[in-house]
């Protein structure tokens, strides 16, 4: 988990709101991404962004917002319009090249009741 | 994009023996492989990861195979702990794009 930081590790919000995950990194990545994760499944891709400034929408992108004002800082908004947003959230980030894979945090699990 | 998937979704193996655990993936295109394993409640720890330049590369008590013949990846334990009890995933990407992840498999050591 060194690097990168989830907070909080459990969320509550009632359905409706709008809710905002962080993520930080101090690994100077330039790539950050979100994935969800649900129980006995694999991570699916909501967002990702390679460089500041910029973002790309992953498979699951609706329903969600992002931004990538500075390098080490990618939250993520989980919006009301995301039908079934309790889930397991991470995120990850990864330098140039291709050694060593995207990095994880430790995760957020949202509950949305 | 294209999925990766694993073959068998659980795995029971006794400790001190050896675990492959197997992952086939789909986009031939594919240059890059990894494997992750997750504990329960915790973010993905990268394992090893192999370039499709190569077919094998080892570390610590891990193994990765890789054909692309047949586009099937492997990771083998040797002399399994119960510490290595996770689930695994195999993750694949082509160039810069982001990784692609296979559903998982959970190892489960019996002691």
């Known amino acids: 988990d060194g690097g990168i930081t989830q907070s909080p590790k459990y969320l509550f919000r009632k359905e409706g709101q709008n809710v905002t995950l962080s993520c930080e990194q101090n690994l100077n990545h330039d790539a950050m991404y979100w994935y969800r994760q649900d129980p006995g499944q694999g991570l699916r891709l909501i967002y990702y962004?390679?460089?500041?400034?910029?973002?790309q929408k992953g498979d699951i992108a609706e329903g969600y917002s992002v931004s990538r004002e500075k390098k080490e800082s990618f939250p993520l908004t989980v919006t009301s319009a995301q039908k079934n947003p309790t889930a397991f959230y991470l995120c990850?980030?990864?330098?140039?090249?291709?050694?060593?894979?995207?990095?994880f945090g430790p995760g957020t699990r949202l509950t949305v009741t | 994009g294209e999925s990766v998937g694993l073959h068998l979704p659980t795995l029971s193996v006794q400790e001190g023996d050896n675990s492959i655990i197997n992952c086939a993936y789909s986009n031939s295109a594919s240059d890059y492989f990894i494997w992750y394993k997750q504990e329960s409640g915790k973010g993905p720890q990268f394992i090893i990861d192999?370039?499709?330049?190569?077919d094998k590369r080892q570390g610590q008590r891990v193994t990765v195979l890789l054909n692309k013949t047949v586009k099937h990846l492997s990771l083998q334990i040797a002399a399994t702990q119960p510490g290595d009890s996770a689930v695994y995933f195999c993750?694949?990407?082509?160039?810069?794009?982001?990784?692609?992840f296979g559903k998982g498999t959970r190892l489960s050591v019996i002691a």
């Open positions: 993750a694949e990407k082509k160039g810069n794009t982001p990784l692609v």
């Open positions: 962004s390679q460089i500041v400034n910029d973002f």
């Open positions: 990850a980030s990864t330098g140039t090249g291709l050694a060593g894979g995207p990095h």
């Open positions: 192999i370039r499709s330049n190569m």
